[in-house]
């Protein structure tokens, strides 16, 4: 399906960008966990040229704010995507002031006209997602962003895995308001959050969003069943591509058919 996309992080190096394009991956994501110096990293600008030369988009996240320190690295890594998944909520749900993130967007649309921005969109687990005003929060980026991405906000108790960032939980976000989202929004929305092979057919049913992202759930386990981060379980992700596009395929048949069904007033 041309119009449904399939991201997946954290890829690391240019084989594993390749074999996630084999296996039907759109947006192949990396991090960048520390601003660079005068240089890209040799091995994470090949993984990003490589994701490009298998027919795939490059999305790149990086897990620090300064805004010079954004703008090296676009200019170095020049990514089809940059993706910003800071925390956009306070310890109790609370929204912080959105200016500084939305300033920005606009630096880097101005700089990088030819880069897309993904940004997070915080939605609590379901008994927390009432404390996060979610859709004023989208409405608020949605003229700077070219992509939503849904992800899961842990609640008051919790601590996120990156301090500062939201994102690698494992943990599903309240679906019923991620659909609402998606209907509100005029930005197409990925749906990430807990996602792997075994949900993914269900969310896309629940929520029909642009997109389906996964990390912590296609990773490899480790001795003691834990992910293990910056490795991919080939076969996890195939499942997760397959199941991803067949509830998209058939979501897109229903609403085609919803589309097509005459109405008393006109048969």
Same mark, same amino acid.
């Given at each position: ?35 660079? $110096? ?5 091995? #994470?600008?090949? !993984?990003?040229?490589? +994701? &490009?030369?298998?027919? %795939?988009? =490059? ?64 939605? $609590? ?5 009432? #404390?996060?005003? !979610?859709?004023?929060? +989208? &409405?608020?980026?949605? %003229?700077? =962003? ?64 642009? $997109? ?56």
């Amino acid at each position: 399906m041309k119009n449904f996309a399939i991201q997946i992080y954290e890829i690391q190096t240019p084989q594993e960008a390749v074999e996630m394009a084999r296996l039907g991956v759109d947006n192949i994501g990396s991090v960048v966990l520390e601003a660079p $110096g005068k240089t890209a990293d040799p091995l #994470l600008a090949r !993984t990003i040229r490589a +994701a &490009r030369g298998a027919g %795939a988009k =490059s999305s790149l996240i990086p897990l620090y704010t300064q805004p010079e320190d954004i703008c090296r690295t676009l200019d170095l890594y020049r990514p089809d995507i940059v993706h910003f998944c800071e925390g956009l909520c306070e310890r109790q749900g609370s929204t912080k002031s959105l200016l500084p993130f939305i300033e920005m967007q606009k630096l880097v649309r101005k700089n990088f006209p030819q880069i897309k921005i993904m940004r997070s969109i915080p939605i $609590g687990i379901p008994l927390a997602a009432h #404390l996060v005003d !979610t859709l004023g929060i +989208a &409405r608020q980026l949605e %003229a700077v =962003s070219d992509f939503f991405l849904t992800d899961t906000w842990l609640g008051p108790a919790a601590r996120n895995p990156v301090s500062g960032f939201i994102g690698i939980t494992g943990k599903t976000c309240d679906w019923q308001v991620a659909a609402r989202l998606v209907a509100q929004s005029p930005v197409p929305v990925i749906l990430a959050g807990g996602l792997g092979p075994e949900n993914v057919y269900e969310a896309v049913e629940a929520t029909r969003p642009a $997109g389906v992202d996964s990390c912590t759930l296609t990773n490899r386990l480790d001795h003691d069943g834990k992910p293990v981060r910056f490795a991919k379980d080939r076969d996890k992700v195939a499942d997760f591509v397959k199941n991803a596009l067949e509830a998209a395929a058939l979501a897109l048949q229903q609403t085609a058919a919803a589309t097509a069904r005459p109405t008393a007033s006109n048969p």
